[in-house]
């Protein structure tokens, strides 16, 4: 059984950075696809970023440029960097990872929240 842990979340002035971390367990970490999404107070949880099992990056629109993806296979964590944070950016933001062949079910990590302060 996967389990997500999500850490690295916290409070930060507008134009700050943070780096989110998300550790993988239970299973083969280099078979599966990571991503993060977030979901703000009162809208839609939306995909931030994704990097698969060969390093591929994928950003939404809003954080490329300022969001970097990246996964340490040998020690199972994909990480979220994220600089020049800005309010907008405040939500909770969720880890979640399924197989390369997409067989199986979706896992989702328990969130962390991020605050933007202006």
């Known amino acids: 059984q996967v389990q997500l842990a999500e850490s690295g979340g916290g409070l930060v002035q507008a134009g700050g950075s943070l780096k989110l971390s998300c550790v993988f367990y239970?299973?083969?970490?280099?078979?599966?696809?990571m991503e993060w999404h977030r979901q703000a107070p009162g809208k839609q949880r939306e995909l931030v970023a994704t990097?698969?099992?060969?390093?591929?990056?994928n950003y939404a629109d809003s954080v490329r440029g300022r969001f970097t993806i990246s996964r340490d296979n040998l020690g199972n964590t994909v990480y979220l960097q994220m600089n020049d944070l800005q309010p907008e950016d405040t939500a909770v933001y969720y880890c979640k990872s399924y197989h390369v062949s997409r067989y199986g079910p979706d896992y989702w990590g328990q969130g962390t929240q991020v605050t933007v302060s202006s």
């Open positions: 990097i698969t099992s060969g390093s591929s990056t």
């Open positions: 239970g299973s083969t970490f280099s078979m599966y696809v």
